[in-house]
C-alpha cells in the first residue's frame, strides 16, 4: 500500500496534508449528453485561462520555460561524484568523500507558498562507487523533527521525511522511488508509464538497499546506499538519469522539491531535473535467490453434520509444511527475471467481510509481493470513464491466478476436502527495457489441477474436479517517442484449462484470450491529453460453458425484449470488444476530461481480468476548478462537476447522474467536503437479472465528510452518505476513521461503520409460467429488504525498530437482512410490483420456512415454493503478524488468524426462526464471540542469498 508522497508527481503529494494534496489534484474536464454546449463553452474558457491561476508578475519562476514552453534540455541538473574513499551508512554524511559533492540547495516550497524558498535549508549531495549510488542529505531545523517508527511500507506518513525519484533510463517511463523519515523508517516505490502527473502512485518494490538517519540539535540527516543490482539502467558508459527530491516538514505542513514544478502543472518524470556525472557503473551480481520454509498449524472448529461416523480428511488438528524458492536474475542492466518454484502465495493480510446481495463479484486488492512487485509494466490505457456509469476493465486481475476452486462437490456429500486454493506449480516473469526503447512485460503462471475428496451418507467414497491444470499468459510492450509525450503499447493474455472430461468441462471456459492497443499524446506543455484504447476478447470451450457465459451477469443475453441479442444454447465461442477515447485538460486551475467508452454484449476478459457489465455505451465527464494555495479563509479548495450517461447497444439509456461535489482545507488545518448527485428514472437492464427491461425510480444522493487536524496525535474523519428514491427506498451510511499516535513507534486505528438499507425491490427469484404472458413466460419475484450492518475495524502496530513490527488487526462485523413481503414484477419498462395476497394470488409459510405461492388463485398458473432469505451473519476476523527482517533481505513471519464465523439464514429447516434477519446489536455481538474460534498459526523464514 503507497501511502508515502506520490514519487513522480509535479506536486509534493505527501500524505502528510492529504487534504492539501486532494484539493489541488486536477479533475478531467469535458462535455457530454444534453450538457454538450454549456459545457463546450466552458472549456474554450478554461483552454484561455492561463494554466496557473496567478496574475503574470506573481507566477513562480519555473526552470526550463522559454517563452511560455517547457524545455527538458534546460532543466536543473544535480552532479554525482564518485568516491574517494569509503562511506559508512550510519546516517552521518561526515566522511571527507562528502565534501567533494556538489551540493543540491534549490529546493523551492510546492505548499504552503507555492515557488517561494523552503523555510528551512536542505543540502543534498550524490556519490556513487562501483556497486551502488549514495545520497546525503542534511536537513537544518530550528524546530521539533517529527520522526515516527514504521515497518517498511507501512502507511501513515504524519512524519517529516525526504524522498529521491529516480529515473534511470531517463526516458520519463520507470520511476525507482526511496523514502526515509527521522526515525529510519522506509518506503520503496516502483512506478512505470510515465503517468506521474496529479494522484499518480506507485507499486511496493521492496529492493535491497541501505540507509540510515539521525536526529540532531540542528535538524536531521540521513545517507542512503543504492546498489546497482537493484536497479535497471542503460549499458551506457556514460549515464545521464532523471532525479526528483522530496523534502516534507511535517510540523509546518511545508513541502519542498528539486527541481520545482508548479503543483497545477502535469509533472511527472518528464519534468525531472538531469543527474549527470554516472560514468562506468556496472549492474553488479545478477543472481538473487530466495528459499524459504513455512509450516502451519489449523485447530478448526469442523461442523457436524450428524452422518453418524467421523469425517475422514480432517479432525480440527492439522498440520502442513513446505519449502520453495524466487529467484531473480538480471539477463542485462536492463531486463530482468523473476520466476517462482513452489511459490508460497497465502496472504498474510485478510480480506474484509462483505455482504454482496448484487449479481456481480467483489474486487479485491492483490497482496502477494510476486504479483504486485513490477505490475506496472502490465498497466493498460490511460483515462476512460471513472463514474459508476462504468470503468474500463482490468485485462490482469492476478488474483484469478492461484484463486478459489471453481467447481463444486455433489450435494450429497456429507464430508469433502477441497484446497481453498488452486496450487501455483510455477510461476515467472521478464520484465526491462529493449536498447530500442520498448518497455515489455511477460508472464506466465501455471496452477496445477486441483481434484476434491468426499464421502456420502453411506460412506462411499468419490473425488471430484474442482479446478483443472491452467496456464496463464499475459505479455505486454510499450514504447514513449518525443520525450514521453506520445506513448503506444499492446497487450495479450491467453488462458488455457484442461478442461476436456473433468468435472468443470461445462462450467470452465477451455481457452480464453484477449488483445489490446493503447495510444496516448500530451501537447502545450502536457497541458492537454488524448488517450485510446482498444481490446478484443475470445472465449471458446463446451457449449454449456459458454450457454453459462451467455446467460451470465455482465449480459443477459437471455433477455426476451432484447431484439439486439440472441442467446444461441449452441454456441461453442464468444467474442467481444471494448473501446475507448479520451479528451483532458490535465494541467492548470481548470481542468477536465470527456470519455467515451464502448463495450459489446459478447466481451469477456474475467477468465484473467476483471469486468462487471458488457453491452454498455457510456459517456463520462467530469469538470474541476482547483486552488491550491492559501487565501483568507481556505488552505486550498476544489469543486468538480460530473454529468454521466450510459445507453446499452439498443439505443436504452440506462444511467444518468448529475453530480458535484466540494473539498476544502481551512487555515487551522482541518478538511470539509460535501457532495450531492441526481440520477432521473431510466431504463433498467440488470434488474429482473435476465428478464425483460425494467425501471429505475429517481434518486438523490449525497454526503458530508469532515476531517480534523492531520498534524496532531489525535486524528479523527468523519463521513455521512445517503440516498433516497422515488419509490420510497433509502440508504444512510456512516463511517468514522480515529487514528492515535501515543508514542513515535505506537499507532492505533480505529473505523466504526454503521449502515442502514432500506430497499423496495431486492431481486429474489424467478419462476417459468407459460401464463406469464406480460413477463415473456417468466415470473420475477421481489421483495422489500431492511439491511443494516455494522463493523469496527481495529489495527494495532506496534513498531520496535523499521525491522521488527508486530500488527494486530480485527474485525467485528455484524449483518441482518429482513426481507418483506413477495411480490413480483408487473410489466415491462415499468417500476411496478404486484404483492402476493393482496394485488395478485395467495401465499402462505410453510413448516420449513418457505413460502408456497400461487400466482392467480384459482387460475391455471401452477404454485411455486419461494425460500426464506432472512439472515443474520456475525463474524470476528482477525490476526497478529510479527515481522522481523532478521538480515539484510531476509525476513520471518509469525502469523496468527482468528476467525469465527456465526451465518444464520431461514433457507433451512428452521426457516421459522423469527430473529433472523432482525437486528439486535446486543444478541449479535453475544452470538459473535460465543461462536468456537478457528485458530491458524503459521512460521514462514526466508533466506535471502547474492551469490
Given at each position: 500500500m503507497t501511502v508515502l508522497p506520490s514519487p513522480i508527481r509535479g506536486g509534493t503529494t505527501s500524505p502528510i496534508c492529504s487534504a492539501a494534496f486532494a484539493a489541488r489534484r486536477p479533475r478531467r474536464w469535458v462535455p457530454r449528453g444534453s450538457y454538450f454546449a454549456l459545457v463546450a463553452v466552458l472549456a474554450l474558457v478554461a483552454g484561455a485561462v492561463p494554466v496557473a491561476a496567478q496574475a503574470p508578475g506573481q507566477q513562480p519562476e519555473v526552470q526550463g520555460i522559454v517563452d511560455g514552453e517547457y524545455r527538458h534540455e534546460l532543466a536543473p541538473t544535480a552532479q554525482a561524484t564518485r568516491a574517494v574513499g569509503p562511506i559508512d551508512i550510519d546516517g552521518r554524511p561526515d566522511e571527507a568523500t562528502w565534501s567533494v559533492a556538489t551540493p543540491i540547495t534549490d529546493f523551492r516550497q510546492e505548499r504552503p507558498f507555492e515557488g517561494e524558498p523552503g523555510t528551512r535549508r536542505s543540502e543534498v549531495r550524490i556519490l556513487y562507487d562501483d556497486d551502488a549510488i549514495y545520497i546525503g542529505a542534511m536537513f537544518y531545523d530550528d524546530g521539533f523533527v517529527t520522526g515516527r517508527l514504521q515497518r517498511r511500507d507501512g502507511g501513515g506518513g504524519d512524519f517529516d521525511f525526504m524522498g529521491v525519484s529516480l529515473d534511470s533510463f531517463h526516458d520519463h517511463e520507470t520511476v525507482f522511488t526511496f523514502f526515509v523519515n527521522p526515525a529510519g523508517?522506509?518506503?520503496?516505490?516502483?512506478?512505470?508509464?510515465?503517468?506521474?502527473?496529479?494522484?499518480?502512485?506507485?507499486?511496493?518494490?521492496?529492493?535491497?538497499?541501505?540507509?540510515?538517519?539521525?536526529?540532531?540539535?540542528?535538524?536531521?540527516?540521513?545517507?542512503?546506499?543504492?546498489?546497482?543490482?537493484?536497479?535497471?539502467?542503460?549499458?551506457?558508459?556514460?549515464?545521464?538519469?532523471?532525479?526528483?527530491?522530496?523534502?516534507?516538514?511535517?510540523?509546518?505542513?511545508?513541502?519542498?522539491?528539486?527541481?520545482?514544478?508548479?503543483?497545477?502543472?502535469?509533472?511527472?518524470?518528464?519534468?525531472?531535473?538531469?543527474?549527470?556525472?554516472?560514468?562506468?557503473?556496472?549492474?553488479?551480481?545478477?543472481?538473487?535467490?530466495?528459499?524459504?520454509?513455512?509450516?502451519?498449524?489449523?485447530?478448526?472448529?469442523?461442523?457436524?453434520?450428524?452422518?453418524?461416523?467421523?469425517?475422514?480428511?480432517?479432525?480440527?488438528?492439522?498440520?502442513?509444511?513446505?519449502?520453495?524458492?524466487?529467484?531473480?536474475?538480471?539477463?542485462?542492466?536492463?531486463?530482468?527475471?523473476?520466476?517462482?518454484?513452489?511459490?508460497?502465495?497465502?496472504?498474510?493480510?485478510?480480506?474484509?467481510?462483505?455482504?454482496?446481495?448484487?449479481?456481480?463479484?467483489?474486487?479485491?486488492?492483490?497482496?502477494?509481493?510476486?504479483?504486485?512487485?513490477?505490475?506496472?509494466?502490465?498497466?493498460?490505457?490511460?483515462?476512460?470513464?471513472?463514474?459508476?456509469?462504468?470503468?474500463?476493465?482490468?485485462?490482469?486481475?492476478?488474483?484469478?491466478?492461484?484463486?478459489?476452486?471453481?467447481?463444486?462437490?455433489?450435494?450429497?456429500?456429507?464430508?469433502?476436502?477441497?484446497?481453498?486454493?488452486?496450487?501455483?506449480?510455477?510461476?515467472?516473469?521478464v520484465t526491462g527495457r529493449t536498447a530500442s526503447g520498448w518497455s515489455l512485460g511477460l508472464l506466465e503462471a501455471v496452477t496445477g489441477r486441483e481434484t476434491a475428496r468426499f464421502v456420502?451418507?453411506?460412506?462411499?467414497?468419490?473425488?471430484?474436479?474442482?479446478?483443472?491444470?491452467?496456464?496463464?499468459?499475459?505479455?505486454?510492450?510499450?514504447?514513449?517517442?518525443?520525450?514521453?509525450?506520445?506513448?503506444?503499447?499492446?497487450?495479450?493474455?491467453?488462458?488455457?484449462?484442461?478442461?476436456?472430461?473433468?468435472?468443470?468441462?461445462?462450467?470452465?471456459?477451455?481457452?480464453?484470450?484477449?488483445?489490446?492497443?493503447?495510444?496516448?499524446?500530451?501537447?502545450?506543455?502536457?497541458?492537454?491529453?488524448?488517450?485510446?484504447?482498444?481490446?478484443?476478447?475470445y472465449v471458446q470451450g463446451s457449449a454449456a460453458s459458454i450457454a453459462r457465459s451467455q446467460a451470465s451477469s455482465r449480459r443477459y443475453y437471455q433477455r426476451p425484449d432484447a431484439d439486439h441479442l440472441e442467446f444461441d444454447p449452441g454456441a461453442t465461442d464468444l467474442a467481444g470488444y471494448y473501446a475507448m477515447v479520451d479528451v483532458a485538460k490535465q494541467s492548470g486551475s481548470f481542468g477536465g476530461n470527456v470519455a467515451f467508452a464502448a463495450s459489446s454484449p459478447g466481451y469477456e476478459v474475467n477468465d484473467l481480468g476483471f469486468q462487471t457489465l458488457t453491452d454498455r455505451l457510456i459517456l463520462d465527464t467530469n469538470l474541476s476548478f482547483n486552488e491550491p494555495n492559501p487565501g483568507p479563509v481556505f488552505r486550498n479548495w476544489r469543486i468538480n462537476a460530473s454529468p454521466d450517461v450510459s445507453w446499452n447497444y439498443a439505443g436504452d439509456r440506462v444511467y444518468t447522474e448529475l453530480s458535484g461535489n466540494a473539498n476544502v482545507q481551512w487555515l487551522n488545518y482541518w478538511a470539509t467536503g460535501v457532495g450531492f448527485g441526481y440520477s432521473p428514472a431510466v431504463n433498467d437492464d440488470r434488474l429482473n437479472r435476465g428478464g425483460p427491461m425494467a425501471r429505475t425510480p429517481g434518486t438523490l444522493n449525497g454526503f458530508v465528510n469532515v476531517g480534523s487536524d492531520n498534524r496532531r496525535a489525535l486524528v479523527a474523519r468523519a463521513n455521512y452518505s445517503w440516498s433516497t428514491d422515488e419509490s420510497g427506498g433509502s440508504s444512510h451510511n456512516i463511517g468514522v476513521d480515529v487514528t492515535a499516535n501515543p508514542t513515535d513507534w505506537i499507532r492505533l486505528e480505529i473505523g466504526p461503520f454503521v449502515s442502514f438499507q432500506d430497499?423496495?425491490?431486492?431481486?429474489?427469484?424467478?419462476?417459468?409460467?407459460?401464463?406469464?404472458?406480460?413477463?415473456?413466460?417468466?415470473?420475477?419475484?421481489?421483495?422489500?429488504?431492511?439491511?443494516?450492518?455494522?463493523?469496527?475495524?481495529?489495527?494495532?502496530?506496534?513498531?520496535?525498530?523499521?525491522?521488527?513490527?508486530?500488527?494486530?488487526?480485527?474485525?467485528?462485523?455484524?449483518?441482518?437482512?429482513?426481507?418483506?413481503?413477495?411480490?413480483?414484477?408487473?410489466?415491462?419498462?415499468?417500476?411496478?410490483?404486484?404483492?402476493?395476497?393482496?394485488?395478485?394470488?395467495?401465499?402462505?409459510?410453510?413448516?420449513?420456512?418457505?413460502?408456497?405461492?400461487?400466482?392467480?388463485g384459482l387460475g391455471l398458473a401452477a404454485q411455486f415454493t419461494v425460500p426464506n432469505r432472512d439472515f443474520s451473519y456475525r463474524s470476528l476476523l482477525g490476526n497478529a503478524v510479527i515481522r522481523w527482517e532478521w538480515r539484510e533481505g531476509s525476513t520471518m513471519y509469525l502469523v496468527w488468524q482468528q476467525r469465527r464465523i456465526n451465518a444464520v439464514s431461514n433457507l433451512g429447516p428452521n426457516g421459522t426462526d423469527t430473529w433472523v434477519g432482525n437486528f439486535d446489536l446486543g444478541r449479535d455481538v453475544g452470538d459473535m464471540f460465543g461462536t468456537p474460534a478457528d485458530n491458524i498459526f503459521a512460521i514462514k523464514i526466508n533466506y535471502w542469498l547474492n551469490p
Open positions: 523508517s522506509y518506503q520503496d516505490v516502483l512506478q512505470g508509464g510515465g503517468r506521474g502527473g496529479p494522484g499518480g502512485a506507485g507499486v511496493a518494490w521492496n529492493p535491497i538497499w541501505s540507509r540510515a538517519t539521525e536526529i540532531r540539535d540542528d535538524g536531521w540527516s540521513a545517507e542512503m546506499r543504492i546498489p546497482f543490482s537493484q536497479l535497471r539502467f542503460s549499458p551506457d558508459d556514460e549515464q545521464v538519469w532523471g532525479i526528483r527530491i522530496q523534502r516534507g516538514i511535517y510540523r509546518l505542513q511545508e513541502g519542498v522539491v528539486f527541481p520545482f514544478v508548479p503543483v497545477l502543472d502535469r509533472g511527472g518524470p518528464s519534468r525531472f531535473g538531469h543527474l549527470e556525472g554516472l560514468e562506468g557503473i556496472e549492474p553488479g551480481r545478477s543472481l538473487e535467490l530466495l528459499p524459504y520454509v513455512t509450516a502451519r498449524g489449523e485447530y478448526l472448529n469442523l461442523p457436524d453434520p450428524g452422518a453418524g461416523f467421523a469425517n475422514p480428511y480432517r479432525d480440527g488438528s492439522d498440520h502442513f509444511a513446505d519449502v520453495g524458492l524466487d529467484l531473480k536474475y538480471r539477463l542485462t542492466s536492463n531486463i530482468t527475471l523473476d520466476a517462482t518454484i513452489n511459490p508460497d502465495f497465502g496472504q498474510v493480510e485478510l480480506d474484509p467481510s462483505v455482504i454482496n446481495l448484487t449479481a456481480f463479484e467483489t474486487l479485491f486488492t492483490e497482496v502477494r509481493p510476486f504479483f504486485i512487485e513490477g505490475a506496472d509494466i502490465f498497466d493498460f490505457g490511460e483515462g476512460g470513464p471513472a463514474g459508476r456509469a462504468g470503468r474500463p476493465p482490468q485485462l490482469l486481475y492476478s488474483r484469478r491466478i492461484g484463486r478459489a476452486p471453481q467447481g463444486g462437490v455433489p450435494s450429497n456429500a456429507v464430508f469433502s476436502e477441497v484446497d481453498e486454493a488452486a496450487t501455483i506449480l510455477g510461476a515467472a516473469k456420502d451418507a453411506s460412506e462411499v467414497p468419490g473425488d471430484a474436479v474442482v479446478e483443472p491444470t491452467t496456464n496463464y499468459v499475459i505479455g505486454r510492450a510499450r514504447r514513449q517517442i518525443g520525450g514521453g509525450e506520445t506513448r503506444f503499447g499492446l497487450i495479450g493474455t491467453a488462458v488455457n484449462r484442461a478442461v476436456s472430461g473433468t468435472d468443470v468441462e461445462d462450467g470452465l471456459h477451455s481457452d480464453a484470450y484477449s488483445g489490446g492497443l493503447d495510444f496516448a499524446h500530451e501537447w502545450a506543455n502536457r497541458t492537454y491529453r488524448l488517450s485510446t484504447a482498444f481490446t478484443g476478447s430497499r423496495t425491490a431486492q431481486y429474489v427469484a424467478s419462476v417459468a409460467d407459460p401464463f406469464a404472458v406480460q413477463t415473456f413466460g417468466r415470473r420475477y419475484i421481489f421483495a422489500d429488504l431492511e439491511q443494516t450492518t455494522v463493523s469496527l475495524s481495529t489495527r494495532l502496530n506496534i513498531t520496535l525498530t523499521p525491522d521488527l513490527s508486530l500488527q494486530l488487526y480485527a474485525e467485528p462485523f455484524i449483518a441482518s437482512g429482513d426481507y418483506g413481503a413477495l411480490k413480483e414484477f408487473e410489466q415491462p419498462r415499468r417500476f411496478d410490483f404486484l404483492r402476493y395476497g393482496e394485488d395478485i394470488g395467495t401465499i402462505s409459510q410453510q413448516p420449513n420456512g418457505s413460502y408456497t405461492v400461487d400466482p392467480d
